[in-house]
């Protein structure tokens, strides 16, 4: 059906093809086109080649892996990944099966729940930077209030900051990772519960073999795009942590940015370089799933 | 029997309450905490109260009247804020609608390139594309103008909204095209006439996305806006840490403000963030 608008599609010949004049449906596709394209020469194109120019000398790759932070930032990086994910996604997972049930509290439940998401980042992670603050923060006035005893100080110190960074992220992006699982959950006909309990499966019978089966290219996917979106994720720590104590906390979106901040913009062109590897794999799988 | 069945949905019933419970409190806690210092005077807020003992406004006409140092230019940024937001959306919208549009009904030659190119810069994280991003906008001399986090978020805004306009309008059916043109219509007759209505809800929700995008920046607004009078109200927020004795009730007053319009405004279109944009985010 919709093959009757398509062009003839012609074999790709750069040159040598006859030049036709444009027809005005193909000149109104251009001009519609330029715009973006012009946005993407210039905001897009020309600053990465410019960056990678600026980073083009090796020396400044010998002086990023020289400096002890960047090795911090990439452990940091690889923990936020691996576990942050792991756990957000179990949890999305989890919390799907539990909001699909229709009951008018868990519906109210829902609209609550999608609140981290639909706030702006910076308030929310302040107020969770102020919750965590040694003397006069709630959580450590509760634990004195409860055991007597003073709580830690928890953004001085690398692994509790750095968990806290993690629960930070969790807390905001849960909810947006729950919805798309539930829109996964909803999407399996009911019949094949009905059978399966017929069958008289049990509870975790029934995910193993018909959600789980179900769900699973959703959950992949999802999972795919979650570590790139976790990759970029800069508020979460930089507003937490402030990627300290003494710089123990960066992770490479946030190290990049600090050395912009210190003028060492060939340093920073470097760690955007180093984490590329990391990033392009995992944007060659979305493009793969996306094209399809 | 009964009693069983009754014992049973009972027991349902208490499993779903200690889930939702604990997610409750969860989700509640830092936004909770934000309210409860937007109502308390200095002192109350550290006194790790469940609800203060005299809730007070003051914070808030301290804010609205800028009686702070951190709050010198309140009104100011809030209306950059707003500026920004709007201008980035409507940008987005009409550089995605017209590439959209291209794409998917007039098939321009290499309309599939452009679309792989702009979700390959969907993909490579922002906070990665700000550092060439910063340097760029030094060379064209954009720093520290507010257009230079207008032009970044509308590059930043705009894949994504040109793939969730090409995948709805690939839906539409193919024979309006055709009919369309049979009568006669120009391009543009068929866009404005055809298309653009036909479209109105996905362009409702990419318009949202790009302006609550740009609403809730951080990163981009701090690194290339400096002076005091064009940041957004993100930035300030963020000014308030540069002190170790900043005032914190004022900042969560502050934090409070800035996150009430975006939350209006998503659960306000969320029929159509959620469908829009979810289905288009994750496709299994």
Redesign the interface.
């Known amino acids: 059906?919709?093959t009757?608008?398509?062009?003839k599609v012609e074999p790709a010949t750069p040159t040598g093809a006859p030049k036709k004049r444009l027809t005005?449906?193909?000149a109104?596709?251009?001009?519609?086109?330029a715009?973006?394209?012009v946005?993407?020469l210039?905001?897009?194109l020309?600053?990465?080649c410019?960056?990678?120019w600026?980073a083009r000398h090796p020396e400044s790759y010998v002086n990023l892996v020289d400096d002890p932070v960047f090795e911090t930032s990439v452990i940091n990086t690889i923990i936020f990944l691996v576990v942050a994910i792991n756990l957000k996604m179990a949890a999305a997972l989890f919390?799907s099966g539990?909001f699909v049930?229709t009951?008018s509290?868990?519906k109210w439940?829902s609209?609550?729940?999608?609140?981290?998401w639909?706030?702006?980042?910076?308030?929310?992670i302040?107020?969770?930077r102020?919750?965590l603050n040694p003397e006069?923060g709630?959580v450590n006035?509760?634990i004195f209030?409860l055991t007597g005893l003073d709580g830690p100080n928890w953004l001085n110190d690398r692994w509790l900051a750095l968990s806290m960074a993690m629960l930070t992220h969790i807390?905001k992006s849960l909810?947006?990772w729950t919805?798309?699982l539930i829109?996964?959950r909803l999407a399996i006909p009911a019949e094949l519960y009905e059978a399966a309990s017929v069958d008289g499966a049990t509870t975790w019978q029934k995910f193993c073999f018909v959600t789980w089966p179900s769900?699973r290219?959703?959950y992949v996917?999802?999972l795919i795009?979650s570590m790139?979106?976790t990759?970029?994720?800069?508020?979460s720590v930089?507003?937490l942590t402030?990627g300290g104590p003494a710089d123990l906390t960066h992770i490479?979106?946030?190290l990049?940015?600090r050395y912009?901040r210190l003028d060492q913009?060939d340093m920073?062109?470097a760690?955007?370089v180093c984490?590329m590897p990391l990033?392009l794999p995992?944007?060659y799988f979305?493009?793969k799933?996306?094209?399809r | 029997m009964s009693r069983r069945s009754f014992l049973r949905s009972a027991s349902t019933e208490a499993k779903?309450l200690l889930?939702?419970i604990p997610?409750?409190i969860?989700?509640?806690?830092?936004?909770y905490?934000?309210f409860l210092?937007a109502i308390s005077n200095k002192d109350q807020a550290?006194g790790?109260k469940l609800w203060p003992e005299h809730p007070t406004l003051r914070n808030f006409a301290i804010v609205f009247n800028q009686e702070n140092y951190f709050l010198n230019h309140f009104w100011l940024q809030l209306w950059n804020s707003l500026l920004i937001a709007v201008a980035v959306g409507a940008l987005t919208l009409?550089?995605?609608t017209?590439?959209a549009?291209?794409?998917s009904r007039?098939?321009?030659?290499?309309?599939r390139t452009?679309m792989?190119?702009?979700?390959?810069?969907y993909?490579?994280?922002?906070?990665?594309?700000?550092?060439?991003?910063?340097?760029?906008m030094g060379?064209?001399g954009l720093l520290n103008h507010q257009w230079a986090l207008i032009?970044?978020m509308?590059?930043i805004a705009?894949p994504y909204s040109?793939?969730v306009l090409k995948q709805s309008s690939?839906k539409l059916?193919?024979?309006l095209?055709?009919a369309a043109r049979m009568d006669g219509a120009?391009?543009?007759q068929l866009?404005r006439l055809v298309y653009l209505p036909l479209m109105a809800p996905s362009l409702v929700a990419v318009g949202t996305y790009a302006l609550l995008l740009a609403?809730?920046e951080?990163?981009y607004a701090f690194?290339l806006l400096s002076n005091d009078r064009d940041i957004t109200l993100?930035v300030a927020?963020?000014h308030?840490?540069s002190a170790d004795d900043s005032p914190?009730e004022l900042?969560?007053t502050t934090?409070?403000i800035?996150?009430l319009p975006?939350?209006a405004i998503?659960?306000t279109f969320?029929r159509y963030m959620?469908g829009g944009l979810?289905?288009g985010?994750?496709?299994?």
């Open positions: 059906m919709s009757l608008a398509l062009p005005t449906w193909e109104w596709g251009y001009a519609l086109l715009p973006y394209v946005v993407f210039v905001f897009v020309y600053p990465v410019y960056g990678l600026l919390l539990f049930n009951r509290w868990i439940l609209l609550i729940f999608i609140l981290p639909a706030v702006p980042s910076i308030p929310t302040l107020s969770i102020f919750m006069w709630v006035q509760t209030a807390w909810p947006f919805l798309i829109s996964g769900m290219t959703l996917t999802s795009l790139i979106w990759l970029g994720d800069f508020n930089y507003l402030g490479l979106a946030t990049g940015i912009l913009v920073a062109m760690t955007v984490a990033v995992l944007v979305m493009m799933r996306l094209s | 779903l889930v939702g997610v409750f969860w989700t509640m806690l830092p936004i905490h934000i210092f550290f790790g009409i550089v995605a017209c590439a549009f291209a794409i007039l098939k321009a030659r290499g309309g452009v792989n190119l702009a979700l390959f810069t993909f490579i994280p922002a906070a990665f594309l700000a550092v060439p991003m910063y340097k760029a060379v064209y032009l970044a509308v590059t705009a040109i793939w690939d059916p193919f024979e095209d055709e120009s391009p543009m866009f609403w809730n951080y990163l690194l993100a927020l963020g308030f840490l914190w900042l969560m934090g409070l800035y996150a975006p939350a998503y659960y969320k959620v979810t289905a985010a994750v496709k299994s």
